[in-house]
Structure formats: C-alpha cells, structure tokens
C-alpha cells in the first residue's frame, strides 16, 4: 500500500511542472498535482506507522480520488469544473499506467486493511500471547 501511494506521489511530483499552463479554474493543475504528491507521501509513511482503521481509510481516500480523477479526465473531457482546470489527457503513456497501478494497489491494500482490521484493537495487541505468571 504505502509504495503505490509513494509510486503516486512520484509521478505526480514529476508532472507538475507540465501541469502549469493547463487553462481553466482558479486552481492550477500544478498544484493540485504538487498537492496530491505530497498528501500521498505523507500517508505511505503514516500507514506503515500506525496500521489502523483511520489511516487504512485515509490510504483508501487517497489512492481512490486519484483513480477517479485520473480515469475521468481520461475518458472524459469533462472541461472547467467549478475552480478545477480541463486536465482532460486521453493519451495513456507509461507513467500514467504506472499512476494507476501504484493507486490500484494502495487502494485495494488500504480496502483490505480497513476490512481485516478489528475496530479497537491494535495489531500487535493480537499477536501476544499471555501466559500466566507460574
């Protein structure tokens, strides 16, 4: 999960700079490409930290928005919405494939995680085993 989330966070870092004079929106496409780099970054590492149902569920809305967004203006030439710039790229080339791979992965390793993880538990507190004291 946390290396689709870091494979995310470098192609969208590397595609930044490109993103700049993409018209339309108030919001430009570099930034929300600096910003979804950065958010993904910063969950890799906080999952791995703390695997629990709350960053399973922020990996999940994470690599999830990026899948919608990339397959939407992919397929969709959906224009200006609101102050989002048309980022509409029908083209596929390897580093997109690989965008959406690494956000596949973290996301169905983040649904996984948020299904399998007991509400109130932690990890390790499952794993020991108490015997008693003799």
């Keep these: 999960m946390a290396a689709g989330l870091i494979a995310d966070a470098v192609v969208h870092w590397r ?12 919001i430009h496409a570099d930034t929300l490409f600096y910003a979804q780099a950065v958010v993904a970054a910063v969950v890799a590492p906080l999952v791995l930290a703390h695997a ?3 960053t399973y569920a ?17 397929y969709v030439d959906a224009g200006a919405i609101g102050p989002l ?25 983040a649904l996984a995680g948020l299904l399998t993880v007991r509400r109130g538990t932690r990890p390790s ?10």
Excluded: C
């Design 15 to 26: 595609f930044a700079p490109e993103m700049r004079f993409v018209p339309g929106g108030s």
């Design 52 to 54: 629990r149902r709350w």
């Design 58 to 74: 922020l990996a999940l809305l994470v690599a999830a928005s990026a899948i919608g967004a990339l397959l939407l203006y992919s």
């Design 85 to 109: 710039p048309n980022m509409h790229d029908p083209v596929w080339y390897a580093e997109k494939t690989q965008a959406l791979v690494g956000e596949g992965v973290a996301g169905l390793a």
């Design 125 to 134: 507190a499952e794993r020991r085993v108490t015997e008693p004291v003799r």
